[in-house]
């Protein structure tokens, strides 16, 4: 089974810090997601990998980083946490070997929340 | 036009009912479809591929429709641990990487 660990559940920020979000997945996936869920707006795609060191912005990049400098960890960094960025991240990893029909893998989530 | 768009639901069943969700989406050259289950602050999970032949997994029968543009997903016998969100995801073929599309999903409360 496929294994996506997000290294915190919840994390409670303040407004201003720089946050880091962990992701590490275990089955060699090429491709790396981070997502944000927020009530009545659903998943919202905010920066993805397709490989080390690459990445391409997704619909909502602004306030976010990210970087990938091995292929089984995906970092998402807000540069300075801002009350609007409190929300439930998701990241997720899926196979480029049948692309089409891989679909993704989720880890269980963090819970953040800026102050 | 959204992307891929659902009904939020609720949609409130009795057990045993036999319940049908319907997705849209835009763009016709999508390739690949899926539906994902996501339970109550949990992560959503893979429920099952969608397959233009249609597919069935036990309870579950997921259809696609290219004409029409939608996949339907049928739960039939249903369970009250079929209660969750149901999230409608597409492949819409956009790039180097697959990059799926989400419904916002749609709720099911299954009842005694």
């Known amino acids: 089974d496929v294994k996506v660990t997000q290294s915190s559940r919840y994390l409670v920020k303040r407004t201003g810090e720089k946050v880091f979000l962990e992701c590490v997945q275990d089955?060699?996936?090429?491709?790396m997601f981070w997502y944000r869920q927020d009530p009545g707006l659903g998943l919202r795609l905010i920066y993805f990998s397709y490989d080390v060191k690459m990445k391409e912005k997704g619909d909502i990049p602004e306030g976010y980083s990210v970087s990938r400098e091995k292929k089984e960890r995906f970092s998402l960094i807000l540069e300075s946490a801002s009350t609007n960025q409190t929300s439930m991240y998701l990241c997720?990893?899926?196979?480029?070997?049948?692309?089409?029909?891989?679909?993704?893998?989720f880890g269980n989530g963090t819970r953040l929340t800026v102050t | 036009r959204k992307e891929v768009e659902q009904d939020p639901g609720p949609f409130n069943v009795p057990e045993g009912a036999t319940v049908a969700f319907n997705c849209t989406y835009s763009n016709s050259a999508s390739q690949s479809f899926f539906w994902y289950r996501q339970d109550c602050r949990k992560e959503p999970k893979l429920l099952m591929s969608v397959y233009s032949s249609g597919n069935e997994d036990g309870r579950f029968t997921a259809q696609l429709n290219r004409a029409s543009q939608y996949i339907s997903l049928l739960i039939r016998d249903s369970k009250l641990s079929d209660s969750a969100t149901y999230l409608c995801v597409v492949n819409p073929l956009t790039g180097t990487a697959s990059k799926l599309t989400f419904g916002t999903g749609t709720r099911l409360q299954v009842t005694l």
């Open positions: 089955m060699d996936h090429e491709n």
């Open positions: 997720a990893s899926s196979s480029t070997t049948g692309a089409f029909n891989s679909p993704l893998h």
